[in-house]
């Protein structure tokens, strides 16, 4: 039996094309099947926790405790199988919903003052975290993504001040310090992304700025929280046991080798900066 090149490619293709429809149904029939599983598994919990919950306490109550806490489960076990696109953002966000639910449903079994405190605590922890991957996808615009360290950063600024208002006040010493300590990453991320000199350049005044930094930080941290003057500690190389300076000693050898290296930076960027316009 002669058969032509061109009816081998055919048939071969074919076949290739079956293969793929087969395993695309069985792909499926398993996800429907891991689907129904799960959902057994998580009705096999809820449905006794209903009825014991109604038979104790003549009402729901802590019911929604399980409820929210299943949901927590399913948002990272079933959801991203359930989805086709942005899956990532879609376990990120169902997991986010349901532990501010669980939290809630807590709150309202327990009492407490406690949910504002917790409800800020878990989304700046998890916006420092997630937020510069979630950003990051494909759903949002280039200049949302060329952009995300400053709304990283700012985000995680804001939620960081309303949590430490929410666990203290707005004119605690607390809230001052954060402030303060939040400076030098501001500083950073304006010199890394938006300052236009080569990375030499930007290296030598990020060190010089931790260099400073570490000699200023302590003091300040004492001025806010106790009341003192600002004065810079002072330093005795030869009095290393005396704890009146063992601190000092090593933050000034942390800015002296910090303000070391960003002259050699800014020295090696000169050279690059001198060879580029030749």
């Not at 000092?248 to 001198?274: D, P, S």
Request: glycine residues 8%; charged residues 15%.
């Amino acid at each position: 039996m002669e058969i032509s090149e061109h009816e081998l490619l055919t048939a071969s293709d074919d076949n290739r094309q079956r293969e793929i429809v087969r395993q695309a149904e069985s792909l499926k029939k398993t996800k429907r099947g891991y689907t129904w599983i799960w959902i057994a598994v998580y009705m096999a919990a809820l449905i006794p926790c209903f009825i014991a919950n109604i038979a104790v306490s003549g009402a729901l109550t802590w019911f929604f405790i399980v409820l929210t806490a299943e949901m927590t489960a399913f948002s990272l076990i079933n959801l991203p199988v359930l989805v086709k696109n942005h899956k990532g953002l879609w376990a990120l966000g169902g997991f986010y919903v349901s532990l501010i639910l669980l939290l809630a449903a807590c709150r309202l079994y327990n009492g407490g003052s406690w949910f504002l405190t917790a409800f800020l605590g878990v989304t700046l922890g998890l916006a420092v975290v997630f937020l510069p991957f979630a950003l990051n996808d494909e759903l949002f615009g280039d200049k949302i993504r060329n952009n995300k360290g400053l709304i990283c950063l700012g985000a995680d600024t804001i939620l960081a001040v309303l949590l430490v208002v929410s666990a203290f006040d707005i004119t605690s010493s607390g809230l001052r310090l954060m402030l303060i300590e939040i400076i030098l990453p501001w500083a950073y991320l304006i010199v890394i992304r938006y300052l236009k000199v080569n990375g030499m350049f930007k290296a030598s005044i990020c060190l010089a700025l931790g260099g400073v930094f570490a000699i200023i930080q302590r003091p300040l941290m004492f001025s806010i929280l106790d009341g003192k003057p600002f004065r810079i500690e002072p330093v005795n190389f030869g009095a290393w046991s005396n704890p009146d300076y063992f601190n000092a000693n090593i933050m000034t050898l942390i800015c002296g080798g910090c303000l070391l290296l960003a002259v050699v930076f800014a020295i090696c960027g000169a050279v690059r900066e001198a060879r580029s316009k030749k």
